[in-house]
């Protein structure tokens, strides 16, 4: 199987959907809908992170901001998505490796999941 991504998205069609099509795409994918612990995250040894910019009790910039300040976590790509308009001033505070706006298309998720995890 394919690289792992660990996606964390809150609304159940689109962290449903998002995973069918990134498996169908040759990934292997854990969905959350929520942060759990940190422990957690690191022991499904993820190739990168794609996390909802919007998400409840914990923002995806800040979770990017946790994962890069951890060793453990530091150098996995983290993808933030998000259909606020301000995606990419989330991304730059969180130091995302890259983001991406909703609506997208898979096609586009795919090729951005692809550059950042070489």
Same mark, same amino acid.
């Given at each position: 199987?394919?690289?792992? $991504?660990?996606? $964390?998205?809150?609304?159940?069609?689109?962290?449903? *959907?998002?995973?069918?099509?990134?498996?169908?795409?040759?990934?292997?994918? *854990?969905?959350?809908?929520?942060?759990?612990?940190?422990?957690?995250?690191?022991?499904?040894?993820?190739?990168?992170?794609?996390?909802?910019?919007?998400?409840?009790?914990?923002?995806?910039?800040?979770?990017?901001?946790?994962?890069? *300040?951890?060793?453990?976590?530091?150098?996995?790509?983290?993808?933030?998505? *998000?259909?606020?308009?301000?995606?990419?001033?989330?991304?730059? $505070?969180?130091?995302?490796?890259?983001?991406?706006?909703?609506?997208?298309?898979?096609?586009?998720?795919?090729?951005?999941?692809?550059?950042?995890?070489?």
């Amino acid at each position: 199987m394919g690289k792992h $991504i660990v996606l $964390i998205e809150d609304e159940a069609d689109i962290l449903d *959907s998002t995973t069918l099509l990134l498996e169908h795409a040759g990934f292997r994918v *854990s969905g959350f809908k929520a942060f759990t612990t940190l422990e957690e995250i690191v022991a499904l040894q993820p190739d990168c992170f794609l996390l909802d910019e919007n998400l409840p009790g914990i923002s995806g910039h800040i979770m990017c901001i946790l994962f890069k *300040s951890k060793p453990p976590t530091k150098d996995i790509p983290v993808v933030l998505i *998000s259909a606020n308009p301000a995606i990419k001033q989330m991304a730059a $505070i969180g130091e995302a490796d890259a983001y991406i706006g909703k609506p997208f298309e898979i096609r586009e998720l795919i090729d951005v999941l692809t550059r950042v995890m070489v």
